[in-house]
């Protein structure tokens, strides 16, 4: 009969052998018990191990399969030479893929399957140079240092090196500034700010950089925020797209909603708010003010983490549909971006203002009462001394509160970063044709004038438009001549007879234009 060579029978057994003899200190007065037991023991089967020789003697050739599978499980998966374990380890290599459409990964950097270090740290370091550091914290005393839980410890908040490094020293300041804002470090209780910078400081930079950080870390080391929502004039929903492309480099997904069926946009509009937690595919959405108005039902659902209003004094207005949408949503960090928040008067200000931070400046009633009516009697030209005086004792105090939420630099700063600008003005002298038909034109039209008693018309500013172009070539008011319009008649004589205007367009490769170039 073969020995069996099954997983449980690694060798064949050995011959019978004898079951050991009672210790020799046992006691004579041992139980008849433990003699009995001991009496009618079963033998013990003792393995021993078997030479290569002896066992392939016991081998079958039917068996030959069983024994070579064996062998392989009995390797290691870094030994293994099968097929199915080369292809197994293949697969085990292949990093995990989420089953949905679109998913790019998680903006917090973890991974399935691993569990993050309970210790926390900053996610970027804040000691290397250039690094701009939003949030430092709190500093602690040795005794304190001993006590606190690493688990709990505030970190430093520090901004992608990425952006850090491109930022120039007022946006940087810009950013600082929005952060405090917005986690409530410069007014308590209040969460919003008015980046109010002229044009061409790089307003959208300083967002986006921003948005990046509140998505990524937090003094908790995880995200601040989950998601954020960009409401901007339908213009520009393309561009904004295109610089968060620019500046992250594709890091970021982004949704713009401009156009579309209305089916289509309700659809990703409640797959966006649906989301729940720091794994959302897409966690910004940038949407017309028009859109946002139309779907505000479906953006009141939840929470979200940031929005963003460009060209934010289209919200002067606190009555209007779209003002009472965007002030419905769940979001208390609000960011206006505006290059004129003051335009008209002092409340469309403090609806701007009371947008970002509710509550702040009181109701409206409050503000009218508290500081518009002062600061316009103080302004009226029949205003006594007093009431000078405590115009400018509210405008002051206003100042000083909407200060904490407002930053605004004008343009003076680029002088840094700019050549000088040189501006040269260049006189040319009327041509001898040009001098005559100027000045009869300018002698028709007085007597016009006289005729009307001297009031001023429409037709007086298309009158001096004709003139400027006049003063480039006669050839572009050649239309009116020729078609004898009202005070041009007396110019024809002045025109070559045989004068017919041509046009010639002279491309200008370097300047990626055409020339239009007109001669009698």
Sequence with gaps: MRRSLCPSRSATSSPLVRPKSPE???????????????????????????????????????????????EKSRATPETAKGDHEEIFLQLVKQPFKVPIAGYAGGLSGRTLGLRRSGIRVSLY????EGALVVFVPPDMTAQEMLKVDETKKLVHVVVDPMLGNILRPHQREGVKFMYDCVTGVRIQDFNGCIMADEMGLGKTLQCITLLWT??????????????????????????????????????????????GKKEVIHKNLESFMSYIGS?????????????????????HRSEVGLVICDEGHRLKNSDNQTYQALSGLQCKRRVLISGTPIQNDLLEYYSLVNFVNPGMLGTANEFKKRFENPILRSRDSEATKDQQDKGTEKLQEMS???????????????????????ELIVCCKLSEMQEQIYRKLIKSRA?????????????????????????????????????????????????PKDSVPRRWTLPCRERCEFWIIYWP
């Design 400 to 422: 000083n509160i909407v200060s904490n939420c407002i930053i605004r630099r004008t343009s003076a700063l680029l002088t840094k970063y700019l050549p000088i600008k040189y």
């Design 279 to 299: 794994r959302s595919p897409i966690p910004v959405i940038i949407i017309s003010y028009e859109t946002f108005r139309l779907h505000c039902a479906v953006l």
């Design 24 to 70: 020799s200190s046992d006691s004579e007065d041992e139980s008849k018990r433990k003699r009995k037991r001991r009496k009618n023991a079963k033998p013990e089967y003792v393995p021993t191990p078997l030479l290569p020789s002896e066992r392939d003697s016991y081998l079958s050739p039917y068996r030959t399969m069983l024994v070579t599978n064996i």
């Design 125 to 128: 370091d804040p000691y290397v």
């Design 447 to 495: 007597g016009e004038l006289e005729s009307e008693t001297g009031k001023m018309s429409t037709t007086t500013l298309s009158f001096i438009t004709n003139l400027k172009k006049l003063c480039n070539h006669p050839a572009l008011i050649w239309d009116k001549v020729s078609g004898e319009e009202s005070g041009y008649t007396c110019c024809r004589k002045l025109y």
């Design 214 to 259: 509140l998505l990524r870390q937090s003094p908790e080391a995880k995200p601040l925020i989950n998601k954020a929502i960009i409401v901007c004039p339908s213009s520009l929903v393309k561009n904004w797209d295109k610089e968060i492309a620019k500046w992250l480099g594709g890091r970021l997904n982004s949704l713009p909603i401009d156009s």
